[in-house]
């Protein structure tokens, strides 16, 4: 790669805010965040309970509607185009949600599908997962 478009490249633009917020019930817990984050660049958010981390990443996947502003990640629009950014980004929850409803298989496809999947190769990796950590007859089991 020449220097100059390896520049361009490890400038990328991955994550950008502009004027991002949130209201819960006539509350603002996030207001007028503009945020931009470049490819190679290492990023923590610090603050005490209640400062807006959480609401902010669910407001980049596309888990919340933001109240005003606008969040894109790889240039998609985090609602808008929100299956886009799934397809890109991964998230781990601090504390993951597992519906009591749904089978370990169900969840699994769940997530698959959730990311604009579920061609024949991933429903395979699925199963393949699946079967390295428990039994089959034990990923029906809700």
């Not at 699946?130 to 809700?142: D, I, N």
Request: net charge positive; proline share 3%.
């Amino acid at each position: 790669m020449h220097s100059e478009e390896q520049k361009r490249v490890e400038r990328a633009m991955l994550v950008s805010t502009r004027k991002l917020g949130k209201q819960f019930s006539g509350t603002w817990v996030l207001q007028h965040l503009d945020m931009e984050l470049y490819a190679g660049e290492l990023v923590g958010m610090l603050g005490p309970n209640g400062a807006g981390k959480t609401t902010t990443l669910k407001l980049l996947l596309g888990l919340l509607r933001p109240s005003a502003g606008v969040a894109r990640i790889l240039g998609f629009d985090c609602i808008r185009q929100n299956r886009q950014v799934k397809q890109r980004v991964g998230f781990v929850p601090d504390e993951p949600h597992f519906y009591d409803f749904l089978s370990g298989r169900e969840t699994l496809q769940f997530v698959v599908d959730s990311r604009g999947g579920s061609t024949r190769r991933q429903r395979g990796s699925c199963c393949t997962s699946l079967q390295s950590c428990c039994t089959s007859k034990r990923s029906s089991t809700r």
